[in-house]
């Protein structure tokens, strides 16, 4: 990618958030809480191009093939200071039936807090991809209601469209995800809005969670059995059972 100004790639940046890299430390530490999003979705439907317009607020049109950098910056939500990483990955291959998900994205999926699921109104396929994927950071999160956002990108494009917004906003109801029509190339507002949310949600459920960790982690652990005690009874009941033979 060319022309990135404004964001730092994960090698420069300072760890932020925590050393145990679960995102959810900060505050003790006066680090920024820690929030981790990646960007999943076909090749061509304008990742990196909202990647760089949420960090930079530019549109640059023209991007090589992204290979999966990770950005970040600092946002302010409801008065605290966050990290964010945001990790860019690679066009997904869509195949006649199957999601062709390499381990790689994978990766990213499972190290994700939260997701952002785009597709393009002019590619009917990247709209059929939605679905594969939001199952997948469902498979990749089992029991953890990682917030995912759909994001319906290239808005600007009307003329050109394979897929009517509405079926967008109805597919993204129906899996329980946020949505929103952005136009990458002609609308900030749309982008950073779409991140806001997720942040906020992200950043919600670490404020509950980690109260609700260390409860759970002073929850006494049941007892293992006394062995001394499992001996003398042992010990009763043989004596007992020689009794009894001894008697008959
Ligand atoms: N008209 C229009 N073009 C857009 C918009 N967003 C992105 N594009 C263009 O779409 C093309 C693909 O954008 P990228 O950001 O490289 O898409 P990508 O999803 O990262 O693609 P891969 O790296 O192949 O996965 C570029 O030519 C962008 O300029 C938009 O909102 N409107």
């Known amino acids: 990618m060319r022309l990135v100004q404004n964001m730092c790639t994960i090698a420069e940046y300072p760890q932020a958030g925590s050393a145990s890299g679960d995102g959810c430390?900060?505050?003790s530490s006066g680090r920024p809480r820690l929030i981790k999003i990646a960007v999943v979705g076909a090749s061509g439907v304008g990742k990196t191009a909202l990647v760089v317009r949420f960090l930079t607020k530019r549109f640059i049109g023209d991007y090589e093939r992204n290979a999966g950098n990770l950005y970040s910056r600092q946002i302010q939500i409801d008065g605290e200071m966050l990290a964010i990483q945001v990790q860019d990955t690679p066009?997904?291959?869509?195949?006649?039936?199957s999601l062709d998900c390499n381990e790689q994205l994978n990766r990213c999926i499972r190290w994700a807090d939260a997701v952002v699921i785009v597709f393009s109104i002019t590619d009917y396929k990247s709209y059929e991809l939605l679905s594969h994927l939001h199952q997948q950071v469902r498979q990749l999160h089992p029991g953890n209601r990682v917030p995912v956002v759909?994001?319906?990108?290239?808005?600007?494009?009307?003329?050109?469209?394979?897929?009517?917004?509405?079926?967008?906003?109805q597919l993204a109801n129906m899996l329980g995800c946020t949505f929103y029509e952005v136009s990458v190339s002609e609308n900030y507002?749309?982008?950073?809005?779409?991140?806001h949310v997720l942040c906020k949600e992200v950043s919600k459920q670490q404020i509950t969670s980690t109260p609700e960790k260390r409860r759970t982690s002073l929850i006494p652990r049941p007892k293992s059995p006394n062995m001394q005690d499992l001996k003398r009874r042992f010990k009763q009941a043989l004596s007992a059972k020689v009794r009894t033979v001894t008697s008959v």
């Open 25 to 27: 430390s900060g505050g």
């Open 189 to 195: 507002n749309d982008v950073f809005n779409a991140f």
């Open 91 to 97: 066009g997904i291959q869509i195949h006649e039936h």
């Open 150 to 169: 759909v994001v319906a990108n290239k808005a600007d494009l009307l003329h050109i469209k394979e897929v009517e917004p509405q079926n967008g906003l």
